[in-house]
């Protein structure tokens, strides 16, 4: 299967990082190339934890932080670039080249992705996701859940915070 078929085979804001994470895990031996990666791992949610660590370490491209940055509508790049602890310039340098994440980049990336995802599923689009990481929220102290996400503690109360609303569990 082409990564074309399987773009269009993902739905979501987040379709060529999952592509990216798919070529990273057949590339470990752990899919097999022909399987439909559709049906395998369809969300960031679906990526088991060994699989994540092996994607971290080697490190996610710059060029795709560009591309995820872009499917953001309320979040401002600046912020994305915050929370995953890259700098403009960094972004910049990448553009034309084959160069990496370090692995507390691609962290971020992951888990900022992820975060957006669950969000997404909780409150129902992709613009309430977004207006809700972007806003103070009573449940994590007054914190914005973006600015949280810079941090696996942070990450870990954005979670469980999420679902805490997902069931109607809001204190």
Request: overall charge positive; hydrophobic content about 45%; charged content about 25%.
């Amino acid at each position: 299967m082409n990564q074309t078929r399987e773009a269009k085979e993902l739905r979501g804001p987040f379709a060529g990082l999952l592509i990216a994470i798919k070529l990273t895990i057949a590339a470990h031996g752990e899919l097999r190339p022909e399987e439909p990666f559709a049906e395998a791992i369809s969300k960031l949610a679906d990526i088991a934890p060994l699989q994540t660590h092996d994607i971290v370490i080697k490190g996610l491209p710059v060029a795709l932080l560009r591309d995820v940055t872009a499917t953001y509508q309320i979040v401002r790049r600046r912020e994305v670039l915050q929370t995953v602890g890259v700098s403009e310039r960094t972004l910049q340098r990448g553009k034309n080249s084959d160069l990496t994440l370090d692995s507390n980049a691609s962290d971020r990336l992951i888990r900022l992705a992820a975060a957006t995802e669950h969000a997404i599923d909780v409150f129902g689009s992709q613009r309430a996701a977004e207006r809700w990481l972007v806003s103070p929220a009573l449940g994590l102290a007054g914190r914005r859940p973006l600015d949280l996400l810079q941090t696996s503690e942070g990450a870990k109360l954005v979670k469980s915070f999420l679902t805490r609303i997902d069931y109607g569990v809001y204190c």
